[in-house]
């Protein structure tokens, strides 16, 4: 097992994606080809694995980790939860997963190189019979944790600040999930007093980057807060944009089809379809670049885009 760099000047390299099951893994051969080859640091999945992990009495997600094992055997590979985690409040994801801090893997945060990511559930915005305190004892971490990440001397370290969740807060697709909807819980918040709110909370701490899965596809939002379109530039509207960044990296492969898009909304950058996942490189303390990579296009690079900050902190 290769293990992580350490130290800010570190420059990793990762594959992230979500949705990615034991049936129709199709970017699996193509994942292992990047790992066996030495170029990839660690592996970022952002939920919904096996399809799922608890059927058949938990043998799909012994079928799962058999499968990936040529590649989680080699360098790390974090997880956190999605929907189809949900069985028996996530039990068979906590049992199988071993990730930083004291919340079983349902949300933690870890500095590596230059970033530092925060990994969380969306999941409990939606599976309330588990309880509602939950999203309280998750949005309190999360303050607290951007709270420490935003001090100066954090900063001057890890400037950049990537959150990642498996349902996303914007989309364009046509299947009525939350992220197609303007009053998107995950984005505005629980119940009448819009409760909770993610997007602004992400926003006030200077977040980065929001990176999700869910939808079974690919989507680079332009800078965004509140709808509104928030580019560095008309001519770098990647370099030092004025609000987060979105993407939605869905499309490893799984048992369930593609989502299809809707007309394209002008806070989007580009949408693809095809299978794959994304490959993303921390450059250095200003600069990471994101390669969305076709498997149905014998590896083509379908998108790329770099994400330059010259300023850490807030908007």
Known sequence: MRT????????PVFLVYG?????????LPRIQAEVNAGGIDAILHVGDLAYDIFEDDGRKGDNFM?????????????TLPGNHEYSQNF?????????PGANQGIFYSIDIGSVHFIM???????????????IQTQYQWLEEDLKKATTPEALSERPWIITMGHRPMYCSTTDQ??????????????????LYPLEKLFYNYGVDMFISAHEHNYERMWPIYDYKVLNGSYDAPYTNPKGPVHIVTGSAGCR??????????DWVALTSSDYGYTRMTVHSKTQISFEQISDDQNGKIV?????????????
């Open 66 to 78: 058999n499968m990936i094992q040529n590649v989680s055997t080699k360098i790390p590979y974090m």
């Open 4 to 11: 992580l760099g350490s130290g800010p000047d570190y420059s």
């Open 19 to 27: 949705d990615f099951g034991y049936d129709n893994a199709q970017s």
């Open 177 to 194: 999930d939350d992220c197609d909807h303007k009053t998107s819980i995950i984005r505005t918040g629980i119940s009448d007093l819009h």
């Open 120 to 134: 969380f559930s969306t999941e409990v915005y939606f599976f309330t019979d588990f309880g509602k305190e939950q």
């Open 91 to 99: 039990s068979d994801y906590r049992n199988r997963f071993s990730m």
């Open 303 to 315: 998108d790329s885009f770099t994400l330059i900050k010259e300023k850490a902190g807030y908007y």
């Open 256 to 265: 369930e089809r593609h989502d299809a898009f809707g007309p394209k909304p």
